[in-house]
């Protein structure tokens, strides 16, 4: 058995790029950049006005004119404009390019129009007032973006600004998910007194589909070693093959066997932590291979502590467990690094009660789950603790 901290090394160092490929820039939310990008021009582009108003120039201001003729109305996308002699303004809309004639918006507030002609009531003025002058957001070649940032929405908007209509991003994993147990019924299907309808499968699937990843494969399979081994040869064209169930010590538990039977190297089985204590671990060529307890708890735990870092490492994410104040003390119930549910309340974690890793009702409540160091006693009230959303 190794520690929590080894496991979490061992698996880092197998973390490896899945490829790069194109995508849309409509499929591109949370998938990451593999490629730097660039401003393909000056950001504005060209002076634009901040307000709808007259554009002039400010020498006529400090001439103390201040009534002007108006020459032309420029809305926004129009690119061919009159020249503005002395006395003479623009009536210019938001967002519209300012001509090099002017070089101050003064807005329709300040203003009394008037039979063709725009009368100023303003006290004070300054050259560029009212214009996002160009190039002051970003200027060409500038690099936006780098490789391996995450696209959210605001940056979806600023791609399409970009005129980025593809994007070269990481490659997501092949995922497939089996799990075991002659137990087990499908959810549609109404459980016996002494089966249980399948939560983890469908658990697992969730949590990937969170990551953006749908799995290629996922099916439950009975405790027969010729059934689970002809699913595993198969689930193994796979980036990543994750089961769930029959890692444990009892008889049916023969899933660490057959994949040592299909060649696959063990990494390790069993990690002094709880719940998940069972979790097995091994690769074969590019392969990743975890084989998660069945209990609902054990199985989210050492998904959220192993199997998502993992895959967060290989798309290049350097995603931080956060921090916050717990809002009672816990005692070290052993010698383990222990996980327990919290609820976030965004302030601090708040104490949920469990009967152990097969509660099916952590669901109703916990939206974290955190972690209790071995080397600490007990966790005292205010304590600063890392914890995993689960949001």
């Given at each position: 058995?190794?520690?929590?901290?080894?496991?979490?090394e061992?698996?880092?160092?197998?973390?490896?790029?899945?490829?790069?490929?194109e995508?849309?820039l409509?499929?591109?939310l949370?998938?990451?950049?593999?490629?730097?990008i660039?401003?393909n021009?000056d950001f504005?582009p060209?002076?634009?006005a901040a307000?709808?108003?007259i554009?002039?120039h400010?020498?006529?201001?400090?001439?103390?004119?201040?009534?002007?003729h108006?020459?032309?109305?420029?809305y926004?996308?129009?690119?061919?404009?009159k020249?503005?002699?002395?006395g003479?303004?623009y009536k210019i809309m938001?967002?519209?390019?300012?001509?090099?004639?002017?070089n101050i918006?003064?807005?329709n507030?300040d203003?009394?129009?008037e039979?063709?002609?725009?009368k100023?009531?303003i006290d004070?003025?300054?050259?560029?007032?009212n214009?996002a002058?160009k190039?002051?957001?970003l200027?060409?070649?500038?690099?936006v973006l780098p490789?391996?940032?995450?696209?959210?929405?605001?940056k979806?908007?600023?791609?399409a600004?970009?005129?980025k209509?593809?994007l070269k991003v990481?490659?997501?994993?092949?995922?497939a998910?089996l799990?075991?147990?002659?137990?087990?019924?499908?959810v549609?299907?109404?459980?016996?007194?002494?089966?249980?309808?399948?939560?983890?499968l469908?658990?697992?699937?969730?949590l990937?589909?969170k990551?953006?990843?749908?799995?290629?494969?996922?099916?439950?399979?009975?405790?027969?070693?010729?059934i689970?081994?002809t699913?595993?040869?198969d689930a193994?064209?796979?980036?990543?093959?994750?089961?769930?169930?029959?890692v444990?010590a009892?008889?049916a538990?023969f899933?660490?066997?057959?994949?040592?039977?299909?060649?696959?190297?063990?990494?390790?089985?069993k990690?002094?932590i709880?719940?998940?204590k069972?979790?097995?671990?091994?690769?074969?060529?590019?392969?990743?291979?975890?084989?998660?307890?069945?209990n609902?708890?054990s199985?989210l735990?050492t998904?959220?502590i192993?199997?998502?870092?993992f895959?967060f490492s290989?798309?290049g994410?350097?995603?931080?467990?956060?921090?916050?104040?717990?809002?009672?003390?816990?005692?070290g119930?052993?010698?383990?690094d222990?996980?327990?549910p919290?609820?976030?309340?965004?302030?601090e974690?708040?104490?949920?009660?469990?009967?152990?890793s097969?509660d099916?009702?952590?669901?109703?409540?916990?939206?974290?789950v955190?972690w209790?160091?071995?080397?600490?006693?007990?966790?005292?009230?205010?304590a600063s603790?890392?914890?995993?959303?689960?949001?």
């Open positions: 058995m190794i520690s929590y901290q080894k496991a979490l061992i698996i880092q160092s197998k973390a490896k790029s899945f490829g790069t490929e995508v849309h409509d499929d591109a949370d998938r990451i950049l593999a490629e730097d660039f401003a021009r504005p060209f002076n634009r307000m709808d108003g554009a002039i400010i020498q006529d201001l400090e001439k103390g004119i201040s009534s002007y108006i020459a032309e109305t420029i926004a996308g129009d690119d061919s404009f020249k503005l002699e002395s003479e303004c938001t967002g519209a390019a300012v001509p090099e004639s002017a918006v003064i807005r507030e203003i009394l129009f039979n063709g002609t725009a100023l009531n004070s003025s300054k050259i560029y007032q214009i002058k190039g002051q957001d200027k060409k070649s500038e690099l490789q391996e940032s995450q696209i959210n929405t605001a979806i908007g600023l791609l600004a970009l005129g209509h593809t990481q490659k997501l994993p092949q995922v998910v799990t075991t147990g002659n137990e087990v019924v499908p549609h299907q109404t459980a016996s007194a002494t089966q249980i309808n399948n939560s983890n469908h658990l697992l699937k969730a990937l589909r990551l953006g990843i749908n799995p290629i494969k996922a099916e439950h399979l009975a405790d027969e070693k010729d689970i081994r699913a595993l040869k193994l064209s796979a980036d990543i093959i994750i089961l769930n169930g029959g444990s009892g008889d538990d899933i660490p066997e057959i994949l040592e039977e299909l060649g696959v190297k063990k990494l390790f089985h990690v002094a709880r719940p998940g069972p979790i097995w671990c091994g690769y074969l060529n590019d392969k990743m291979i975890f084989a998660l307890p069945g609902p708890f199985c735990v998904f959220k192993f199997v998502e870092p895959i290989c798309l994410i350097h995603n931080h467990d956060e921090q916050l104040p717990l809002s009672f003390t816990r005692k119930k052993t010698s383990l222990e996980f327990f919290v609820f976030n309340t965004q302030k974690l708040q104490y949920l009660p469990i009967n152990g097969g099916i009702r952590l669901g109703l409540q916990a939206n974290a955190a209790h160091p071995a080397e600490i006693t007990d966790l005292e009230k205010g603790v890392f914890f995993k959303s689960l949001q």
